[in-house]
């Protein structure tokens, strides 16, 4: 069997369903059409942000909230001498050790968790703790615990971000329609093909919106805690330049940061929307 069992949610629709080939020459018009469309409306979205900056700066003092052309010049310059680059490359590799930590434990425990009631209760106060406790304690005793070092750091980070992983994942566990899989239990499919044509593409959109949100969480809590006890990195190069003074040097090093995290999220996320939800109608359509 090659295509998913799942004819509603996330899985691909029935070949009566009109799904889009994309090779269409009507379609074509139409779906210029709605790029322009998207293109325009996050330009407008960009533009119109880059404007409030640009009033904010005019009206406080430039060592206050400098303007976005003389932060883009000084990252300019940062780039071009070199200085920013070594703190990129520590910062990201945290934030893809945390990320991968984290997304590996939350999806086996929110897994198992959606499929076992039994697991479910022993795990459910530990969520809740790990919830309500605040990132600063469990950083602090990992550091204690485990050292003020990389692998402290990338643990710390983890454990801040599965909880509110994995709860989106046991969610998303138990937002499973069991008719489907009981259905493909009595035409006799394996278990490996109920898995992945039943399972994975109902939990695949939870999956991904897991990852985003994970990443997203992740690296702001690396940058937190390279502020709090690292030698390198873009979070501690931000603390340095704070205590100087020096906010476009701030700014500088994180818009230089948070450019590189809009190329993971819209190139590499975004691609793997597209090749596994392109078939979905967008909500202007609907």
């Not at 005793?141 to 046991?170: D, H, K, Q, S």
């Not at 939870?206 to 969480?217: E, H, N, Y």
């Not at 330049?241 to 996320?269: D, H, K, P, R, S």
Request: hydrophobic content about 55%; proline content about 5%.
């Amino acid at each position: 069997m090659t295509q998913p069992l799942v004819t509603t949610g996330t899985a691909a629709p029935a070949t009566g369903a009109h799904a889009p080939t994309g090779g269409g020459a009507s379609d074509r018009p139409s779906l210029l059409r709605r790029l322009s469309g998207d293109h325009l409306t996050r330009t407008a979205s960009v533009i119109t942000l880059l404007l409030l900056w640009m009033l904010g700066s005019m009206l406080l003092p430039s060592t206050v909230l400098p303007g976005p052309v003389l932060v883009v010049e000084q990252l300019i310059k940062i780039m071009a001498n070199g200085d920013i680059w070594p703190h990129l490359v520590v910062t990201l590799g945290r934030v893809v050790g945390a990320f991968c930590v984290a997304m590996i434990v939350a999806s086996v425990l929110g897994v198992l968790m959606g499929m076992n009631s039994r697991i479910e209760k022993f795990f459910d106060s530990w969520l809740v703790i790990g919830m309500t406790i605040p990132a600063l304690v469990t950083i602090i005793v990992v550091f204690m615990t485990v050292g003020m070092n990389e692998t402290g750091t990338i643990v710390a980070a983890a454990l801040v971000t599965i909880p509110m992983l994995t709860v989106n994942v046991w969610e998303g566990v138990k937002s499973i329609d069991s008719r489907l899989i009981d259905m493909a239990k009595a035409f006799r499919n394996s278990r490996f093909t109920i898995i992945r044509s039943v399972v994975l593409p109902q939990l695949a959109p939870t999956l991904l919106a897991s990852a985003r949100f994970g990443l997203g969480l992740v690296w702001k809590m690396i940058l937190f805690i390279e502020l709090l006890g690292r030698s390198d990195g873009v979070g501690y190069q931000v603390q340095h330049y704070y205590m100087l003074f020096n906010m476009t040097q701030v700014l500088a090093y994180a818009i230089g940061f948070l450019i590189i995290m809009l190329v993971i999220e819209m190139g590499i996320f975004g691609f793997i929307e597209h090749k596994l939800f392109h078939w979905r109608r967008s909500p202007s359509k609907s």
